[in-house]
């Protein structure tokens, strides 16, 4: 059992933040198979957020079915902490997120992300701020930092627990490590030992096989699913039934049927939102096909949403004819080209 301050997850899995990629469609698509036991929003800018809209913003999003939903803030300076706190108490958010993990140059150079790990004194005030604030539950996400090194790594994990942080997820990499560098999940293991709130391993988990190592490894108290998420949706299901022994509905794949209905999920934004998401999701969906980088690419090339949907029929009435029975191709080319936002929550 994964408790967050007073918040019991179903499952101890965790859909992991993603810019352009955690937003209402993919998070529908995951909740759809089950096993998830928290959903995320992509970074969100904490200068930015009290002023947008979020019924309209391609960040916020949402249909109620979406829940509990963790909203992740990148900040920059302790003095957005406030407002975007209020901002996320009116927007129901469940849980608070902080990112001190992203390694962009951009989101450093900005103060932000993994560039806050050398500053821990900042990160103290961004805390204490932050749990001043809200009773809702606050966690963050790091890195392991910029070497393997347990003295400072340690120093930083106890300083936000002592701050009131309520949960920690660590993505077992260095800030200058690639994803193709094996993660290093024993360091989650350090990590848990040195704390009392929950710790939740991230990073490099592709499979049911993978999950059980990572458990092994880190004996983390959860795990946290990126980029499986957007390939294989049903992963967060796989493994609350194999290795949580949780009761999750088996359903039978359809690759084509699971990318028309991510599609349908675009429909919540505004339309010039649509394409960029949808080539962000088919670049990690395609990875199920052994061809399908021809998928990507045509997706990639295609300049509106209906030529994209086109080649991705296309795609799949060639390689995977079985899985396009049942596919409402025409319905869904209807609702990609029009204007509207269909289930979005509303005032
Ligand atoms: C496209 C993309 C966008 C990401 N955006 C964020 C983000 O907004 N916030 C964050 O904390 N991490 C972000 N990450 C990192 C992921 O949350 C996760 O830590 C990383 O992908 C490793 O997990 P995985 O191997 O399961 O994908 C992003 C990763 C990817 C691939």
């Known amino acids: 059992m994964l408790k967050i301050k007073d918040k019991i997850l179903a499952a101890p899995l965790l859909l992991a933040p993603m810019a352009g990629l955690t937003h209402s469609a993919l998070r529908t698509l995951v909740l759809s198979f089950g096993g998830a036991g928290l959903l995320s929003t992509e970074m969100l800018s904490a200068r930015r957020l009290p002023k947008e809209n979020q019924y309209v913003s391609p960040y916020l999003v949402r249909t109620k079915e979406e829940f509990p939903l963790s909203y992740q803030l990148l900040i920059t300076d302790v003095q957005e902490i406030g407002p975007a706190i209020v901002a996320l108490h009116r927007m129901a958010a469940d849980v608070v997120d902080l990112n001190f993990g992203c390694p962009a140059p951009r989101i450093r150079k900005a103060g932000g992300g993994s560039s806050l790990m050398s500053d821990p004194l900042r990160v103290r005030g961004i805390i204490r701020t932050a749990r001043r604030r809200t009773n809702l539950p606050l966690t963050a996400k790091i890195r392991l930092?910029?070497?393997?090194?347990?003295?400072?790594?340690?120093?930083?994990?106890?300083?936000?627990?002592?701050?009131?942080?309520?949960?920690?997820?660590?993505?077992?990499?260095?800030?200058?490590?690639?994803?193709?560098?094996?993660p290093h999940w024993e360091w989650v293991e350090k990590v848990k030992n040195w704390l009392d709130i929950p710790v939740v391993a991230n990073g490099g988990i592709f499979s049911v096989k993978d999950a059980a190592r990572c458990l092994s490894l880190s004996n983390a108290d959860g795990l946290m699913l990126g980029r499986a998420a957007a390939q294989k949706p049903w992963l967060f299901a796989a493994i609350a039934r194999e290795i949580y022994g949780i009761s999750v509905p088996e359903w039978k794949i359809s690759l084509p049927r699971l990318y028309g209905e991510f599609a349908l999920g675009l429909t919540r934004f505004r339309p010039e939102r649509r394409l960029g998401r949808l080539k962000e999701f088919t670049h990690y969906f395609s990875l199920n096909y052994a061809f399908g980088h021809h998928l990507a690419m045509a997706v990639q090339k295609s300049t509106t949403l209906t030529q994209a949907w086109r080649q991705a029929v296309c795609f799949f009435e060639r390689t995977d004819p079985e899985g396009m029975i049942g596919v409402a191709d025409e319905e869904v080319s209807t609702a990609l080209s029009s204007p509207y936002i269909s289930d979005v929550m509303r005032p």
């Not at 400072?152 to 300083?159: A, E, I, K, Q, Y």
């Open 145 to 182: 930092g910029e070497r393997l090194e347990q003295s400072s790594l340690r120093d930083f994990c106890t300083m936000l627990q002592d701050e009131g942080l309520d949960m920690l997820t660590v993505h077992a990499r260095l800030r200058g490590e690639s994803f193709a560098r094996k």
